[in-house]
């Protein structure tokens, strides 16, 4: 099993005029078997490192610096048919919007046969039972795989991407958001089902989200992400209970609010990607905020065996 | 009290599936017309040499120009030939000509546009501009010129109506191909490990082939007009052979005589089919654009 280590990631969108900085150095761990939550607002750059990691960039965006370690080999580096390797069989990714992320023309079992076939060099033909067998343990009895992504409803479109996902046993999943547009109880099944399955085939987890209580019942270690960088890590304990970071205490403020009071939210928004601020980039919204924050840049430091915070004002 | 009446009117027709919407959404009429008509000149094509028409070719010095009548339906040409054996004959001639011609359009404009759409940048600017060249160039005038220059034969003939067809079918695939190049299912082949071509053959081509099937009927009638076009000023399809534009030919110089039998009908065959085929890529149209 693999391990996998970002280090440092920064990231520019340029659309013609105007740079993006999505991201501004991202660092993580994700050791063989873990479980990673990477949680913040819309914005923050949460799916980019997803996509950074697949290497399914847009063309404009480029990767100023940094290196994503799989084991010994730096992903960014490799060449196009090098990560073809990789893709789908080492690491993958479970896409937002199942429904559109099937072709509209092939059925569930083409698309699991599809990937199977790919990676393991054997013909279509051949790796239709597999295919079968692989949608059966992910909830979509047989007499319903020759159907078309329109024919299946959300939940069943997400299932048919996780066994897409599955198919070769990859050592590394990236859920990116996998319950989007899922109704509840929907959500509660489909997030079982990829526990499940991750156990199954003992691989580590990357599951983005947005809701820090999902991430926290899903995965042991949880990163929080603010404009384009982590600004906490720790263990799943360490995040909810005792947060050091003031935007993860806001978050999970906002978060465990109960109801009929008034909801507490962070006020101001997520920071202008355009510009590079000095400082600290919560300094804006934080109540702690001094003079320091503004000026110069926190580092993730480790103030507990686990527990790193970018900030000035804590540890 | 008010009374709320809401009516909802069903489509009813006795015909099934995706013919039903085709007349739910053309009239029942129109439809049924069009694939009648079209039928019929097609089992005409396929039946013609088990039917008992007269030698289409047979030229008969004693029987020239004669009008319509029980033993020549429709009249005899300035060579004597029966006009009527020679009008059902050439369906096949034209049909196949302008069917093959389209094909061989299709089987080259489709990946081309599809590979100009999805990889986008200097190769897909090339193309387009490429195309717009072609498109921008007379047909007749260029059909006139390659002919004389290469030998005035079928194959020629051919090439050059499907040449004409490569820039429409790659600008109309390159339309369809180009926004899906983000879609996700795209990325989500590629994080199956799919090579981009791959993705271009197996996920792009199939879905951009609804519009391709819509703009077919329409570029047959188009060819078919080219065909007989050319046919007419005596290139492509000469005399003996029966073809829609060279017995227009053979008649024009005797319509001012009155005698309108020769070219009239052969024209009827021509405007009748494109006719007909341009209303069956229009209702093919309208399926696409439902879908939308």
């Known amino acids: 099993m693999a391990n996998l280590n970002i280090q440092d990631l920064e990231l520019n969108i340029n659309n013609g005029q105007e740079t993006y900085y999505v991201l501004r150095g991202v660092t993580f761990t994700v050791p063989p078997g873990a479980k990673l939550g990477l949680v913040g607002e819309s914005g923050c750059g949460k799916s980019m490192t997803a996509t950074s990691i697949m290497r399914l960039l847009p063309k404009n965006a480029i990767i100023d610096k940094g290196q994503i370690m799989l084991d010994q080999i730096d992903l960014i580096k490799l060449s196009e048919k090098e990560m073809r390797q990789i893709r789908g069989k080492r690491i993958t990714l479970i896409f937002q919007d199942a429904a559109s992320a099937l072709n509209p023309l092939c059925s569930a079992v083409q698309h699991v046969a599809d990937v199977y076939a790919r990676h393991n060099s054997v013909s279509k033909k051949k790796s239709l039972p597999r295919a079968y067998e692989l949608l059966a343990k992910t909830g979509i009895p047989k007499h319903l795989a020759n159907n078309y992504p329109h024919e299946l409803s959300g939940g069943m479109c997400q299932r048919v991407m996780i066994a897409m996902a599955l198919a070769c046993s990859p050592e590394i999943l990236i859920a990116d958001e996998p319950t989007t547009g899922l109704d509840v109880t929907i959500q509660i099944q489909v997030i079982e089902l990829i526990e499940r399955m991750v156990e199954e085939i003992g691989s580590s987890l990357i599951f983005i989200s947005h809701d820090i209580g999902l991430v926290s019942e899903v995965c042991d270690r949880i990163a929080v992400m603010y404009a384009g960088k982590i600004v906490e890590s720790g263990n799943k304990e360490q995040i909810i209970s005792e947060p050091m970071h003031p935007y993860t205490k806001a978050l999970l403020l906002s978060f465990r609010s109960q109801s009929g009071k008034r909801m507490p939210f962070i006020p101001g928004r997520v920071p202008d990607l355009r510009t590079r601020q000095e400082g600290c980039s919560f300094a804006p919204r934080c109540s702690m905020a001094e003079s320091q924050c503004w000026h110069s840049e926190p580092k993730l430091r480790e103030i507990s065996p686990g527990h790193e915070v970018a900030c000035f004002r804590t540890g | ?292």
């Open chain 2, 1 to 292: 009290m008010k009374t709320i009446t809401v009516s909802t009117e069903i489509y009813r027709s006795r015909y099934k599936g995706w013919f039903r919407q085709l007349c739910f959404l053309n009239g029942t009429w129109n439809v049924v017309s069009t694939w009648i008509v079209l039928g019929l000149f097609i089992a005409l094509a396929l039946v013609a040499d088990i039917l008992p028409l007269q030698n289409p070719t047979a030229v008969n010095a004693s029987e020239m120009l004669q009008p319509p009548s029980s033993s020549h339906w429709f009249g005899t040409d300035p060579w004597g030939m029966d006009v009527f054996s020679r009008t059902i004959c050439a369906i096949r001639v034209d049909f196949l000509l302008a069917v093959s011609s389209v094909i061989l359009g299709i089987l080259a404009g489709v990946p081309l546009g599809a590979i100009a759409g999805f990889f986008g940048g200097f190769l897909d600017d090339l193309l387009t501009r490429f195309a717009e060249v072609i498109q921008s160039f007379p047909q007749m005038l260029f059909g006139m010129a390659v002919l004389a220059l290469l030998g005035n034969n079928i194959i020629n003939l051919i090439f050059i109506c499907a040449f004409y067809n490569i820039p429409t079918y790659a600008r109309l695939v390159r339309s369809v191909v180009s926004p899906l190049r983000e879609a996700d299912f795209v990325q989500a082949a590629k994080v199956s490990g799919n090579t981009s071509l791959m993705i271009v053959f197996r996920h792009l081509i199939p879905n951009a082939l609804v519009p391709v099937f819509s703009q077919f009927p329409l570029s047959c009638a188009w060819a078919i007009q080219i065909i007989a076009g050319l046919s007419f000023i005596g290139l492509g399809i000469r005399a003996p052979t029966p073809e829609w534009g060279s017995m227009i030919n053979l008649g024009a110089n005797y319509i001012v005589f009155g005698k309108w039998w020769p070219s009239v009908f052969p024209g009827l065959a021509i405007v009748i089919s494109v006719w007909m085929l341009s209303n069956l890529g229009n209702q093919l149209k309208s399926i696409f654009f439902a879908e939308r």
